[in-house]
């Protein structure tokens, strides 16, 4: 499985912009990235995901690197409700279909009020 | 909002007995993904469906682990006999074989003791 390196751990206060930054180097053509998220006791959560250009949605946005080696999460207003454990992950897709979803250990989001 | 539902939510049982989880995947979704998470190891995955037909279950311990889909609005996982060290909470996805998010449940919290 390609892999994803994320911070362990970011902090951010209450309506700031938030960068969550991932390194993906050994991404390969196929590879969609990916980002869930999980707040406390509930399941993970789709965020967004994007193969080369950058993506807009109601939660957040993503810019992916030129070389697609790196990307970088932003939430454009943190609130409280964005604390949660970020996961990056790299998904690829085949003529069969979506692959399976691979989670790692995630980055840790705290927003302070 | 079209939701994944997981039962039990909560399951408490003595070492040795035989434990079912299920699930009810969206409907219209044709992959079925079983999850399992605890503080040491993450969120590992399990077993995964498309179309009712197992993918992959390499994650699972064979020999008491089994997971089915009898029909397409009802994923199983089964535990017999259940242990310990199997204590952690189980989450089941669905989500579309082509490129698209995973939709997840809240889990089923198991504990055995």
């Known amino acids: 499985d390609a892999k994803t390196t994320q911070p362990n751990s970011m902090e951010s206060n209450e309506e700031e912009p938030v960068h969550l930054p991932c390194n993906h180097s050994?991404?390969?053509?196929?590879?969609?990235i990916h980002w869930y998220r999980q707040l406390p006791s509930q399941g993970p959560e789709y965020v967004i995901h994007?193969?080369?250009s950058n993506v807009n949605n109601r939660m957040a946005s993503l810019a992916i690197a030129e070389d697609r080696k790196s990307s970088t999460l932003i939430l454009h207003r943190a609130t409280l409700r964005d604390a949660a454990v970020y996961y990056c992950?790299?998904?690829?897709?085949?003529?069969?279909?979506?692959?399976?979803?691979?989670f790692g250990k995630g980055m840790k989001l705290t927003v302070n009020p | 909002d079209a939701r994944v539902t997981q039962t039990p939510r909560h399951k408490v049982t003595e070492m040795g007995q035989e434990v079912t989880m299920r699930c009810q995947p969206i409907?219209?979704?044709?992959?079925v993904f079983w999850y399992r998470q605890t503080m040491m190891q993450g969120l590992e995955l399990l077993a995964y469906?498309?179309?009712?037909?197992?993918?992959?279950d390499s994650g699972m311990p064979k020999d008491r682990f089994s997971a089915e889909m009898p029909d397409a609005t009802l994923a199983t996982l089964k535990i017999q006999p259940s242990e310990p060290r199997d204590s952690a909470v189980y989450f089941c996805?669905?989500?579309?074989?082509?490129?698209?998010?995973?939709?997840f449940g809240n889990g089923t919290r198991l504990t055995v003791t």
């Open positions: 996805a669905s989500g579309l074989e082509e490129v698209s998010p995973l939709h």
């Open positions: 050994t991404i390969s053509g196929t590879d969609y």
């Open positions: 994007g193969l080369t």
């Open positions: 992950i790299l998904r690829a897709e085949t003529q069969g279909g979506s692959e399976k979803l691979v």
């Open positions: 409907l219209g979704h044709n992959t």
């Open positions: 469906f498309r179309n009712r037909a197992p993918l992959d």
